[in-house]
C-alpha cells in the first residue's frame, strides 16, 4: 500500500510507514483526474460546483458499498472519507485550479476585488480565524464534546472549516501574493525563504514521526529547538536528495 501509494483509502494501513506520508494519496489521485478537471472548467468554469458535488458523492458511493466491500478499512466512514481522500479534499484542489484559471485570465471579478480590500490582509485574517477555531476545538475537547448538538456534529464542523471554509482564504493570500506588493511578499521572495520552501515537503515528511521521536527522547523535548533541527535536516534532505534526484530524472533543456 505504500509502494503503490493507496494506503489511505484503507484506515488500517494509513499511518504505516511515514505516518505523514498518507497524503501522497490525495495527491496522487489528483495528479489522474487534474488534466481532466482542467479542461473541463478551463472552458466552462461554471462546472466547478457540478464537478465539486460530483466528487464527494462518489466518494459517499464507495462509503455506501456493503459491508463485505470494505478490507482493511476502505473508505471505512462518511468522515474518514472527508478526512483522508481526496473526494472529501477536492475543495483545495478545486479551489487551487479556479484561481489558478481566473489569474490566466484577468478575471474582472479578481480586479474588483482587488481595488476594493487588501487580498493578502484578509485572507491572512480569514486563514488565522479558521485556524484559531480549529486549535479552540482541539484545546478544549471536553468543552466541545458537552454541546447539546453532541462530539459528532462537531466533527462535521471541524471537517467543514479544514476541508471547504479554509479554502476561499487560501486564495484570497494566494492572489495577494501574486498581485500585491507587501513584506510578506519580500520576505517569502527572498532566498533563504525560497530554500525554506524547497525543503518544505521534506520537513512536512519528518516533522513527526521516528525523527522527531529521537529528537524528543535523544536529543531535545523544547518544541522550538526541535523545529530548527527538523529544518536543517530537511535542507540536507533537499540538497542531498531530492534535487540531485530531480536534476538526474527531468532531463536539461537549454
Do not use: Q
Not at 84 to 104: D, H, M, N, S, Y
Not at 190 to 202: C, E, I, P, T, V
Not at 239 to 248: A, D, M, T
Amino acid at each position: 500500500m505504500n509502494l503503490t501509494l493507496l494506503r489511505s483509502w484503507f484506515a488500517d494501513f494509513r499511518f504505516t510507514g511515514i505516518s505523514t506520508g498518507w497524503t501522497l494519496t490525495v495527491e496522487e489521485f489528483f495528479y489522474l483526474v487534474a488534466p481532466f478537471l482542467v479542461l473541463g472548467l478551463a472552458h466552462r468554469l461554471a462546472r466547478l460546483p457540478l464537478y465539486t458535488v460530483g466528487l464527494v458523492a462518489i466518494g459517499c458511493g464507495l462509503v455506501a458499498l456493503p459491508t463485505s466491500w470494505h478490507p482493511f478499512g476502505f473508505f471505512i466512514g462518511y468522515k474518514y472519507m472527508m478526512s483522508a481522500t481526496f473526494f472529501g479534499r477536492c475543495f483545495e484542489f478545486l479551489g487551487g485550479i479556479t484561481l489558478g484559471l481566473l489569474v490566466l485570465r484577468n478575471a474582472a471579478v479578481l480586479s474588483w476585488l482587488a481595488k476594493r480590500i487588501s487580498c493578502t490582509t484578509w485572507g491572512i485574517i480569514w486563514v488565522a480565524t479558521c485556524i484559531g477555531l480549529l486549535l479552540t476545538m482541539r484545546a478544549l475537547p471536553a468543552l466541545v464534546h458537552t454541546l447539546p448538538w453532541g462530539p459528532d456534529f462537531t466533527d462535521w464542523v471541524r471537517i467543514f472549516l479544514n476541508n471547504v471554509l479554509l479554502v476561499p482564504g487560501i486564495c484570497l493570500v494566494l492572489y495577494g501574493l501574486i498581485h500585491e506588493p507587501s513584506r510578506l511578499r519580500g520576505l517569502l521572495g527572498s532566498r533563504m525563504f525560497d530554500l525554506f520552501g524547497k525543503a518544505s515537503y521534506a520537513l512536512y515528511l519528518i516533522h513527526i514521526g521516528v525523527i522527531d521521536e529521537f529528537l524528543k527522547f535523544h536529543i531535545t523535548t523544547n518544541l522550538l529547538a526541535r523545529f530548527i533541527i527538523a529544518n536543517i535536516l530537511a535542507i540536507a534532505l533537499y540538497k542531498g536528495i531530492e534535487r540531485p534526484l530531480y536534476r538526474r530524472l527531468v532531463p536539461r533543456r537549454s
